[in-house]
């Protein structure tokens, strides 16, 4: 928290305070005494001594020192200057002929140009960040694919003003998966703030998340140790290994462990977690992927229809139960919060396999791909800095963490240059005006708003070599004032999530678990070597070689 200091040159240079200062019988004394050494101008002392009131003694002599201003003089007052009012400007861009417009930007976006490609050229078509286009799906599966985009780190905070926007339905962007996908309800990630159950069920998960704190660094060490062993043996074995394989492995039995207390292999659900998990989020999401399928199929059918989703309804199930019989402390408290333990056990499904699982399925190898590209002498530094906090603290432990300035930068910074989810969608709820860096834009009520984060993160006009990983961009006082412009949590980094607003419930958590990635992994490697290729989601890492701790 900032605090606030007053200057006590207020209380001497203030007309009103000088005035009731000299009704005192001091000032009186002090007037006399000036008016008889015929000084002309008095208004302030350096020092002095007050009367006592129960005996009359002689004037003392008192010191006195001009000054430049009289009582009736009032003290200069500058305001400050008002910030240039930016120009007004009419949104550029338009959305096309119906059904034509969104499908022709929707073959830009995945196929002409590419999903970047798409955004930036637009942006120099137009000379602006905030415009209109399309985003996909379109027909048949949204028919309001219009959106008003804002592409800059100015612009993109107005999609988490609740008082200007809301989210109701809008999680995945312009459509909404069926409910049938999550038993019937409409889980927490797409209920706005002012709907009654928002409330409820964020604090559920926030019960969640604090009644098993203490067991997630021992869970998550006794975890990825396991995942480390097994890379150790298939890169002996075979010269490679997948890191994303192990990892899938190795979150879906972290978060079981360390939420529930369970291991899914001693459960009826067995190994089979992460592959349910990833047909159930592919049901959900593929109007919005690239699978590299030919594009007449990928683009005719999964871009264009959806899936039915009793297709999955018998895997879901499992995953279902897998939930209910391991969470039953949770579902009671959700009872005492008016939750029916039904429709908590499906937010808990989808908070834990889509939002967590899903995001670590996402972020780490994108992390480790980052890390990696920056070389053994980053490595080299971390090492050191971990192994040291660590040595010093006796544990790893939250505590020594923060004693860890780089490896914190280094996941901010990893959240900041590819953040795991990139798109934000919100309604405008009334006409409200937003501001690029260069112009002022007029939003009407109703308007769909996009924000493609990896622009607004990666704003030249914020960071200094925006569009490169700089591992200790957030170390010191300078640095970490810039982790307001951190945006991966729908919100700004430096704030947190409350009942009240749509950040992530789990941001904490996620920074956590990042962390511990880091600090597992370079307490047991000097350092590392990779290969990288496009996925569907994320990165797909090969490790191609460990070097063990040396010391």
């Given at each position: 928290?900032?605090?606030?200091?007053?200057?006590?040159?207020?209380?001497?240079?203030?007309?009103?305070?000088?005035?009731?200062?000299?009704?005192?019988?001091?000032?009186?004394?002090?007037?006399?005494?000036?008016?008889?050494?015929?000084?002309?101008?008095?208004?302030?002392?350096?020092?002095?001594?007050?009367?006592s009131?129960?005996?009359?003694?002689?004037?003392?002599?008192?010191?006195?020192?001009?000054?430049?201003?009289?009582?009736?003089?009032?003290?200069?007052?500058?305001?400050?200057?008002?910030?240039?009012?930016?120009?007004?400007?009419?949104?550029?861009?338009?959305?096309?002929?119906?059904?034509?417009?969104?499908?022709?930007?929707?073959?830009?976006?995945?196929?002409?140009?590419?999903?970047?490609?798409?955004?930036?050229?637009?942006?120099?078509?137009?000379?602006?960040?905030?415009?209109?286009?399309?985003m996909?799906?379109?027909?048949?599966?949204?028919?309001?694919?219009?959106?008003?985009?804002l592409?800059?780190?100015?612009?993109?905070?107005?999609?988490?003003?609740?008082?200007?926007?809301?989210?109701r339905?809008l999680?995945?962007?312009?459509?909404?998966?069926?409910?049938?996908l999550?038993?019937?309800y409409?889980?927490?990630?797409?209920?706005?703030?002012?709907?009654?159950?928002?409330?409820?069920l964020?604090?559920?998960?926030?019960?969640?998340?604090?009644?098993?704190?203490?067991?997630?660094?021992?869970?998550?060490?006794?975890?990825?140790?396991?995942?480390?062993?097994g890379?150790?043996?298939?890169?002996?074995?075979?010269?490679?290994?997948?890191?994303g394989?192990?990892?899938?492995?190795?979150a879906?039995?972290?978060?079981?462990?360390?939420?529930?207390?369970?291991?899914?292999?001693?459960?009826?659900?067995?190994?089979?977690?992460?592959?349910?998990?990833?047909?159930?989020?592919?049901?959900?999401?593929?109007?919005?992927?690239?699978?590299?399928?030919?594009?007449?199929?990928?683009?005719?059918?999964l871009h264009?229809?959806?899936?039915?989703?009793?297709?999955?309804?018998?895997?879901?199930?499992?995953l279902?139960d897998?939930?209910?019989?391991?969470?039953?402390?949770?579902?009671?408290?959700?009872?005492?919060?008016?939750?029916?333990?039904?429709?908590?056990?499906?937010?808990?499904?989808?908070?834990?396999?889509f939002?967590?699982?899903?995001?670590?399925?996402?972020?780490?190898?994108?992390?480790?791909?980052?890390?990696?590209?920056?070389?053994?002498?980053?490595?080299?530094?971390?090492?050191?800095?971990?192994?040291?906090?660590?040595?010093?603290?006796?544990?790893?432990?939250?505590?020594?963490?923060?004693?860890?300035?780089?490896?914190?930068?280094?996941?901010?910074?990893?959240?900041?240059?590819?953040?795991?989810?990139?798109?934000?969608y919100?309604?405008?709820?009334?006409?409200?005006?937003?501001?690029?860096?260069?112009?002022?834009f007029?939003?009407?009520?109703?308007?769909?708003?996009?924000?493609?984060?990896?622009?607004?993160?990666?704003?030249?006009?914020?960071?200094?070599?925006?569009?490169?990983?700089?591992?200790?961009?957030?170390v010191?006082?300078?640095?970490?004032k810039?982790l307001?412009?951190?945006?991966?949590s729908?919100?700004?980094?430096?704030?947190?999530?409350?009942?009240?607003?749509?950040?992530?419930?789990?941001?904490?958590?996620?920074?956590l678990?990042?962390?511990?990635?880091?600090?597992?992994?370079?307490?047991?490697?000097?350092?590392?070597?990779?290969?990288?290729?496009?996925?569907p989601l994320?990165?797909?890492?090969?490790?191609?070689?460990?070097?063990?701790?040396?010391?």
């Open positions: 928290m900032l605090s606030h200091q007053f200057s006590l040159i207020y209380i001497i240079c203030s007309p009103t305070i000088l005035a009731q200062l000299f009704i005192t019988n001091f000032v009186l004394e002090l007037l006399i005494m000036a008016a008889s050494s015929s000084l002309s101008t008095l208004s302030c002392f350096s020092t002095c001594s007050l009367p009131s129960s005996q009359t003694k002689p004037p003392r002599k008192v010191a006195l020192r001009l000054i430049t201003a009289t009582l009736s003089e009032k003290p200069p007052t500058s305001k400050p200057a008002a910030p240039a009012k930016l120009p007004m400007r009419k949104i550029p861009g338009d959305y096309g002929l119906p059904l034509i417009g969104p499908w022709r930007d929707r073959q830009d976006y995945f196929y002409n140009q590419g999903r970047d490609e798409f955004f930036k050229s637009r942006i120099q078509k137009y000379q602006s960040t905030v415009y209109r286009t399309n996909p799906p379109g027909p048949f599966i949204s028919f309001r694919p219009n959106v008003v985009a592409l800059d780190g100015k612009s993109f905070p107005a999609l988490f003003d609740t008082d200007n926007v809301e989210k339905d999680f995945t962007g312009t459509f909404m998966p069926s409910t049938d999550t038993g019937g409409r889980t927490l990630s797409y209920l706005d703030p002012s709907e009654p159950n928002h409330a409820k964020k604090n559920l998960m926030f019960f969640m998340l604090s009644s098993r704190r203490d067991h997630v660094i021992p869970e998550f060490h006794a975890t990825y140790v396991q995942m480390f062993q890379l150790e043996a298939e890169l002996a074995a075979k010269g490679k290994a997948s890191f394989a192990a990892n899938d492995v190795a879906f039995n972290f978060l079981a462990r360390s939420f529930y207390g369970v291991s899914p292999n001693e459960s009826k659900l067995g190994p089979d977690g992460p592959s349910i998990v990833a047909k159930w989020v592919l049901f959900q999401l593929h109007p919005l992927l690239r699978l590299g399928l030919p594009r007449p199929v990928e683009d005719g059918l264009t229809f959806t899936l039915p989703p009793f297709l999955i309804k018998k895997d879901y199930t499992r279902y897998f939930f209910y019989d391991n969470s039953s402390p949770i579902l009671d408290h959700a009872e005492t919060l008016g939750v029916a333990r039904d429709e908590a056990c499906h937010n808990l499904v989808f908070a834990t396999c939002n967590t699982f899903g995001g670590m399925k996402i972020f780490f190898p994108n992390m480790l791909k980052w890390v990696g590209r920056a070389g053994a002498r980053l490595h080299a530094d971390l090492a050191r800095e971990i192994r040291s906090a660590v040595k010093s603290s006796g544990a790893v432990s939250m505590g020594a963490m923060e004693s860890m300035p780089l490896m914190k930068s280094v996941v901010y910074e990893a959240l900041r240059i590819e953040p795991p989810v990139p798109s934000q919100a309604k405008a709820k009334r006409d409200f005006v937003i501001e690029s860096h260069e112009a002022a007029q939003i009407r009520e109703g308007e769909m708003l996009y924000g493609f984060q990896p622009l607004a993160t990666k704003d030249p006009k914020i960071f200094d070599r925006a569009e490169e990983f700089v591992a200790d961009r957030f010191g006082e300078e640095g970490e810039l307001k412009h951190v945006l991966w729908n919100g700004p980094e430096n704030e947190s999530p409350t009942l009240h607003n749509k950040q992530c419930a789990g941001k904490d958590f996620v920074v678990i990042s962390r511990l990635l880091l600090v597992e992994f370079f307490l047991r490697y000097d350092s590392f070597d990779i290969e990288v290729a496009a996925s994320g990165a797909a890492v090969t490790v191609t070689s460990l070097k063990r701790a040396t010391f």
